[in-house]
């Protein structure tokens, strides 16, 4: 199984609808995140948490919340989805004080339309 | 502030050809570099890492120098196969902190 998954791997939505996407992981670390990926841009980072406890906004968190539900668990929502928030989403992790450092290790990504 | 550029592509090589991917970096302190690799429809995969200066990281026939003097960490590989045909990313994580900075990526196409 893999260890970091997202739900759902694809989605169409219309403008104006709430979305959410979820991610989960196994790996056991405390620290996740949320990219968004646009050709020819790299990835941008929206929201990281470092715990259950712990939010930070990224670079690009306007019209985007998320929810840290357990260490395991780290949602992305679009509360009023906009065309231009079409892009490739990725959930991360990473444990900076086990043997991998600070690599971060990313899910298969969810790609989501919005018309 | 802290930022990544590479190299444009796409890179179109022939099978068994040398590859280099330029890469240079703006941080302060001491960064750790990565090369990340996204195969067609998945995500990123860490290739490769270096945590400080002079380190050379390598897998699967790459490798990349640490070099704080040009602020640079290339990705070289002797023979390229067709397999190796994805997007390459560049990134940095700025000392102290453990958020991936991303260069745009480069697409490198291999051909038979």
């Known amino acids: 199984d893999a260890d970091v998954t997202q739900t759902p791997r694809n989605r169409i939505t219309k403008t104006g609808k709430r979305i959410m996407l979820e991610c989960s992981q196994t790996?056991?670390?405390?620290?996740m995140y949320w990219y968004r990926q646009d050709p020819g841009l790299g990835l941008q980072l929206i929201y990281y948490s470092f715990d259950v406890k712990d939010i930070n906004k990224g670079e690009i968190s306007d019209g985007y919340s998320v929810s840290r539900q357990a260490q395991a668990k780290f949602s992305l929502s679009l509360e009023s989805a906009i065309p231009n928030q079409t892009a490739l989403y990725f959930c991360a992790t990473s444990d900076p004080g086990g043997p991998s450092g600070d690599t971060q290790y990313f899910g298969p990504g969810t790609r989501l339309t919005v018309l | 502030g802290n930022s990544v550029t590479q190299m444009e592509g796409p890179v179109t090589l022939s099978e068994e050809a040398f590859l280099t991917i330029n890469c240079t970096y703006t941080a302060t302190g001491y960064p750790s570099l990565f090369w990340y690799v996204q195969y067609p429809g998945e995500g990123l995969q860490l290739l490769l890492k270096?945590?400080?200066?002079?380190d050379k990281g390598s897998n699967k026939g790459f490798e990349a120098t640490y070099r704080k003097e040009t602020t640079s960490f290339h990705l070289e590989k002797g023979s390229v196969q067709v397999s190796d045909s994805a997007v390459y990313f560049c990134a940095l994580t700025p000392d102290g902190y453990n958020k991936l900075i991303f260069g745009a990526g480069t697409r490198l196409a291999v051909h038979p």
């Open positions: 790996k056991g670390h405390d620290r």
């Open positions: 270096a945590t400080k200066a002079d």
